[in-house]
């Protein structure tokens, strides 16, 4: 253990506030070589604020910034690049165009007296870095070909092998299957051994426990606490995060879960035979009224190419689907709407307007309904301020800018767009996913909610947690092609991960 | 507008007024630009701040001022209508083709009634919007690239229709908007301002304006809120050559003849107009009351100059250093609001 060791970072009772909200209040950081430590927190609770302000992103803040302890003040991201820090961003940053080799070596590629970028070198030497990660790529082909979880392991690999003697990672594990977090752990101890200081950011409390030395604890912009991680629990840093008993929210669903008899209540969409390129192969099952179905699988198994193809967004290439008995073919995702089916994607950013108010984001999918020619403003803000009541979004005001809301908040009003004329299908991608518990729970309910009111929903996850959470009926969708079922019957994660 | 109101009241709860402000650095900034060249070219010349040449301005910007109106709804949706130039040529000669030409005009033109020759040039610049549109929405070619071409088809239709000659006659009413006023208001004058206050009201007030924001804001969200984003894209495209064309017969009154070539300046002129005015080429923010500080700008400066005396080929010049800085100050002021955002 780094003790008594002198911290490679040092952060001295930070304050920032965007526009008048505190999002960190006196926070103190140290972080030694060799050290992995563990950051958690409810979203809002200023995690991220923090590592960017350590990334060089933020630059205005006050409080003390220590580095080998020495004060210095990054002006941008180059500055804290220089200083030898790297980060991975929670949402994927990588040129889908450029080859595997050209990612790897973005902004370095090696290159002889004339300036031209070797091109054998650089391929041998990614292909090998990516192997010591146990990743088995052509180096030379074009990297948006592969599928998610890949890239995102390929774009830690880079910052990992960037020989930052700092490195952050917010959420990486989000998109990865178990072995891949596997070989992310091992690389990360690795680099541990080598005296690398990492900051490892996740709502996944095990991963939090298992590879880390450290675990600081956020809330409301202030640290909490701080442990040995050998010294702590997850209900114990549950507890901190969210202050209140945690053991009842958090199921570690490594139990067997009684699923229920399959309702026989009308169908209200049914897809048969369903296939897309490279993507689906003849994809055939129901979703019910009032039945919650839950479809798991790894990243990359054609979950978001069939929640993209039941919104009319993708066409496929065989099969058919019917909504409430009526054969369909959406030419658009106004088509899809029309015939009563909603999609809320698994980023926000995909159907949110940040820089427009809360009102307008909720009241868009709807003002065909409540106005044919001239908008109704006053109408538009009630029915808003409904919904901002009924899913308790924070600040209840829905004058203000999207972008100023936490991403929970934001996750909230990405369902209430939805919700004032409900559809007859809600298709539900990750809909938790980077959540804390409470909104989790929050999220949970509101599905509830929705299914006693006879929707018909669809939650497509990568993260088993999610489907057990919420689904009656569960598929199993692997490369493409449905591979199990489990109704009316019991089921536990290791059942599930199992049948993927 | 609305939205600015709303935009002022959270802003004044959340932030307090110098943030505020720089989030309105893209409305303020052409303000005072104006301001600015006004008082300047003021204090030049004794001739420039009287009545008559406001009058001056107002009629000089008038055709610029009705092409803008379709083409702030292009930018609005982060697109580009270069077109619109060429659209307006081509529905001004068009106009004029349908009407009864002197005898010493060399066209072998298709007289038809004033109503029947208006109809048809509508229809006309209607039907190249249209294959605008369908080049953006059905084919997926770039807007930038879709009206390059359309810019020369209509130039090429123009050429055929009167092949070198120049024609002079356009249908009465035509004539009057151009070039006629009433009670001493131009009338081609109170046109640009009724078809500026329809865009406003119909950007502001109308669902479809508020799906023109929400496309051009975010496009990627409005389709997954199930908008229908192509015909949105569709309809603006359509909308912006209408506004070319019905600028353009005027602007044939207004000059008292059709011509090939006519109507080059008024592409980089309205394209200024809308973006010195700071609707963002990001789309999602601004409108048609940039616009209008747009078109003042530029029509200050270009009158301004005249009163001036300064060698005329360096007008050229500080015309495109005035633009250069206004784009400067567009894109900076995107940056900082979404700052002020996040």
Redesign the interface.
């Given at each position: 253990m780094p003790a008594g060791q002198q911290p490679i970072l040092e952060l001295q009772g930070i304050t920032k506030s965007?526009?008048?909200?505190e999002a960190l209040r006196g926070v103190d950081f140290a972080l030694s070589p060799g050290e992995i430590h563990g950051l958690v927190g409810e979203n809002g609770a200023g995690k991220s604020t923090l590592m960017k302000i350590i990334a060089g992103v933020h630059t205005e803040f006050s409080g003390r910034f220590l580095i080998d302890g020495a004060e210095t003040h990054f002006r941008s991201a180059r500055d804290a690049h220089a200083a030898g820090i790297a980060m991975v961003h929670q949402e994927l940053s990588v040129a889908p165009d450029l080859t595997v080799a050209e990612n790897v070596f973005l902004g370095n590629q090696p290159t002889n007296q004339l300036g031209l970028v070797q091109w054998r070198r650089m391929a041998r030497e990614a292909g090998e870095q990516l192997a010591r990660f146990g990743i088995d790529v052509d180096p030379m082909s074009r990297l948006g070909d592969l599928p998610i979880g890949l890239q995102q392991l390929i774009e830690i690999a880079r910052v990992l092998f960037s020989g930052a003697r700092i490195v952050i990672l917010d959420e990486p594990t989000s998109a990865l299957s178990p072995p891949e977090v596997e070989r992310l752990f091992a690389t990360l101890r690795r680099l541990r051994e080598q005296g690398t200081g990492i900051v490892f950011i996740s709502h996944f409390i095990e991963d939090i426990l298992r590879v880390s030395d450290t675990v600081t604890v956020f809330r409301n912009g202030r640290k909490v606490a701080e442990t040995a991680s050998t010294a702590t629990s997850k209900g114990a840093l549950i507890e901190a995060m969210i202050g209140r008993g945690g053991e009842v929210l958090e199921h570690s669903y490594n139990d067997e879960l009684m699923l229920p008899r399959p309702s026989n209540s009308s169908v209200v969409l049914k897809v048969d035979q369903l296939s897309l390129a490279r993507s689906l192969k003849d994809v055939s099952f129901e979703a019910r009224a009032g039945e919650v179905l839950g479809i798991y699988g790894f990243m990359g198994c054609g979950q978001q190419e069939l929640s993209r193809i039941l919104?009319g967004?993708l066409r496929p290439d065989g099969g058919t689907l019917a909504v409430d008995g009526k054969a369909r073919t959406f030419a658009?995702?106004?088509a899809?709407?029309?015939a009563g089916v909603?999609?809320v994607?698994e980023s926000r950013?995909?159907?949110?307007?940040?820089?427009?108010?809360v009102y307008?984001n909720i009241s868009?999918?709807i003002?065909?309904r409540i106005?044919?020619?001239?908008?109704k403003?006053a109408q538009e803000r009630d029915i808003a301020k409904r919904q901002v009541q009924q899913l308790q979004i924070r600040p209840p005001?829905v004058?203000?800018?999207l972008?100023?809301l936490s991403g929970g908040n934001q996750q909230k009003v990405a369902l209430a767009?939805w919700l004032t004329y409900p559809p007859k299908l809600l298709v539900l991608c990750e809909p938790t996913r980077g959540m804390d518990v409470g909104a989790k729970n929050d999220v949970i309910n509101i599905v509830r909610d929705l299914r006693a009111k006879g929707l018909a929903i669809i939650v497509l996850s990568t993260e088993p947690e999610t489907v057990l959470s919420l689904a009656d009926r569960i598929l199993v969708l692997k490369r493409g092609a449905l591979v199990r079922e489990f109704a009316n019957e019991p089921v536990s994660k290791d059942r599930l991960l199992e049948a993927a | 507008m609305?939205s600015s109101e709303?935009?002022l009241?959270?802003g004044k709860?959340?932030?307090?007024l110098a943030?505020f402000l720089r989030s309105q650095m893209r409305n303020i900034a052409p303000f005072l630009t104006l301001i600015f060249l006004s008082g300047f070219f003021a204090f030049a010349s004794p001739s420039f701040a009287t009545l008559d040449n406001l009058g001056n301005i107002l009629t000089q910007v008038s055709v610029t001022g009705i092409i803008a109106v379709g083409l702030t709804f292009v930018i609005l949706c982060a697109e580009i209508d270069l077109s619109i130039a060429s659209i307006a040529n081509v529905t001004g000669i068009a106009v004029a083709y349908f009407t009864l030409q002197e005898s010493y005009v060399n066209i072998p033109n298709i007289p038809l009634p004033g109503a029947a020759a208006i109809l048809l040039a509508i229809l006309l610049c209607a039907a190249l919007g249209l294959v605008n549109a369908l080049g953006l929405t059905v084919i997926g070619i770039p807007s930038f690239i879709m009206t390059l071409a359309m810019m020369q088809i209509a130039a090429g239709i123009s050429a055929l229709l009167v092949r070198g000659q120049i024609a002079y006659k356009v249908p009465d009413v035509i004539t009057t908007l151009g070039s006629g006023s009433v009670s001493g208001i131009p009338w081609i004058v109170i046109v640009a301002a009724i078809m500026l206050l329809g865009g406003h009201l119909v950007l502001t007030?109308?669902?479809f304006?508020?799906?023109v924001?929400?496309v051009g804001?975010?496009r990627?969200?409005?389709?997954?809120?199930?908008?229908?984003?192509?015909?949105i894209l569709g309809a603006v495209m359509v909308i912006s050559a209408v506004c070319s064309g019905i600028g353009g017969m005027l602007g044939v009154a207004h000059f008292g003849s059709a011509q090939q070539n006519e109507f080059d300046t008024y592409l980089l002129d309205s394209i200024a107009a809308v973006v010195v005015g700071g609707t963002s080429l990001f789309g999602?923010?601004g409108g048609i009351g940039n616009t209008i500080v747009g078109l003042f700008v530029l029509g200050v400066l270009n009158n301004g100059l005249d009163h001036v005396n300064i060698d005329s080929f360096l007008k050229i010049l500080i015309r495109g250093l005035i633009l250069l800085a206004a784009l400067v100050i567009n894109v900076y002021a995107q940056r900082l609001?979404?700052k002020?955002?996040?």
């Open positions: 965007f526009g008048g909200v919104f967004k658009s995702t106004a899809a709407r029309r909603a999609l994607p950013r995909a159907m949110l307007f940040h820089q427009e108010p307008k868009i999918s003002l065909d106005s044919s020619l001239l908008l403003p005001v004058g203000l800018d972008g100023m767009k | 609305a709303t935009a009241a959270a709860r959340a932030r307090g943030p007030y109308t669902r304006g508020r799906y924001y929400m804001g975010n990627e969200a409005a389709e997954y809120s199930g908008l229908n984003v192509k015909l999602g923010r609001r979404e002020a955002v996040e």
